[in-house]
């Protein structure tokens, strides 16, 4: 049984700082790209950040020079480091495992999303 598991969401003054972890089990976590992603109350689910098998990163522009994404292949786990949060970047996040097969078809599992909420 695949499992994601979010946590380190919470309560965060503007300017803050959380550290969001997501611990898989039930796959080869090593094959997986790893992504975040976020959803607002009232929004579409957005791609936050993503990191491949290899450790190439992406981020979207509006959280570029603030989050940080990585992964650590042992431990099975992905993280988002979020520095200088702003209150735009309160929202539902969620991990997300990904990979293509051999004949393209792609394959996803989510976690259940961890809640972040930026305010004073």
């Known amino acids: 049984q695949v499992q994601l598991v979010e946590s380190g969401g919470g309560l965060v003054q503007p300017g803050g700082s959380l550290r969001l972890s997501c611990a898989a089990s039930?796959?080869?976590?090593?094959?997986?790209?790893m992504d975040w992603y976020r959803q607002a109350p009232g929004k579409e689910r957005e791609l936050v950040a993503d990191?491949?098998?290899?450790?190439?990163?992406n981020y979207a522009d509006s959280v570029k020079g603030r989050f940080t994404i990585s992964r650590d292949n042992a431990k099975n786990t992905v993280y988002l480091q979020m520095n200088s949060l702003k209150p735009e970047d309160t929202a539902a996040f969620f991990c997300?495992?990904?990979?293509?097969?051999?004949?393209?078809?792609?394959?996803?599992?989510w976690g259940q999303g961890t809640q972040v909420t930026v305010s004073s």
């Open positions: 990191i491949t098998t290899g450790g190439s990163t």
């Open positions: 997300n495992a990904n990979r293509r097969t051999s004949n393209g078809r792609r394959i996803d599992y």
């Open positions: 039930g796959i080869m976590f090593s094959i997986y790209n």
